[in-house]
């Protein structure tokens, strides 16, 4: 299976402040996933980033709040920004490599805004 | 993509066989069934796939009926460690990349 590097681990940050969360994956990958989960709660798919075209946000989900890159097949990158105490979630990526709808998931980023 | 109803919670203890049920009404011809468990602070693991009748691998079976329209997660001889939130997908296999829309899952509490 893919193995998928989430940096940060986890984060404390400052209400109006942004975080970028990086996502690398050890195998090229057209499609990679960015998911919220809050406590308690099941995974909400934030969007999908293809590589080379902008991200398709999910409902309730806008780029100017998530701004996502794919710069290339290995990579993504998910900003959260201008943070509110609601944006406290773990943040997850993953990634389709087989082809047949099996995702292989990174370990989270657990954001906490003050 | 079809919508899974799952229960909420299930309790059981070490060594007994668990079986978590998964309602999916409106699958589709091309829809494949898949489970994922969760640990805490973890992501979601991939756990098995099928498209109809068994399934079997190390871990899980996965009992779909000619219907289709439910599945089940046979876990054999539970440990504690088993104790995590079960989902049940439902999508299209075989398609590279089609994004995968999580329900509420199962929490399933393995006693000692």
């Known amino acids: 299976s893919a ?20 996502c690398q994956v050890d195998s090229q990958v057209t499609m990679m996933f960015w998911y919220r989960q809050q406590p308690g709660q099941s995974l909400t798919l934030i969007a999908t980033a293809n590589q080379g075209s902008e991200a398709t946000y999910e409902s309730g ?27 406290s979630s773990i943040y997850l990526c993953s990634v389709d490599w087989t082809g047949q709808n099996i995702q292989y998931f990174g370990a989270g980023t657990r954001l906490s805004v003050l | 993509l079809a919508k899974t109803t799952q229960p909420i919670s299930m309790d059981s203890y070490e060594g007994q066989e668990v079986n978590i049920t998964c309602s999916h009404n409106n699958i589709a011809t091309n829809d494949y069934i898949t489970w ?15 498209y109809k009748t068994k399934v079997t691998n190390e871990v899980a079976s996965l009992f ?15 440990s504690l460690s088993d104790t995590a939130v079960y989902y049940c997908l439902v999508g299209e296999g075989n398609t590279g990349g089609f994004k995968t829309i999580f329900g509420a899952g199962t929490r ?4 000692a």
Do not use: H
């Open chain 2, 64 to 78: 779909i009926p000619a219907d289709r329209k439910s599945s089940t997660l046979s876990l054999p001889r539970v």
């Open chain 1, 61 to 87: 989900f806008v780029i100017d709040k998530f701004p996502i890159s794919r710069p290339n097949l290995t990579f993504s990158t998910l900003t959260v920004s201008n943070m509110s105490p609601e944006d």
């Open chain 2, 108 to 111: 399933l509490f393995v006693k």
């Open chain 2, 36 to 50: 994922y468990q969760q640990f805490p602070s973890q992501g979601p693991r991939f756990i098995i796939q099928g």
């Open chain 1, 3 to 22: 193995v998928i590097s989430q940096k940060p681990s986890r984060d404390i940050c400052q209400r109006g402040t942004s975080l970028t969360i990086q």
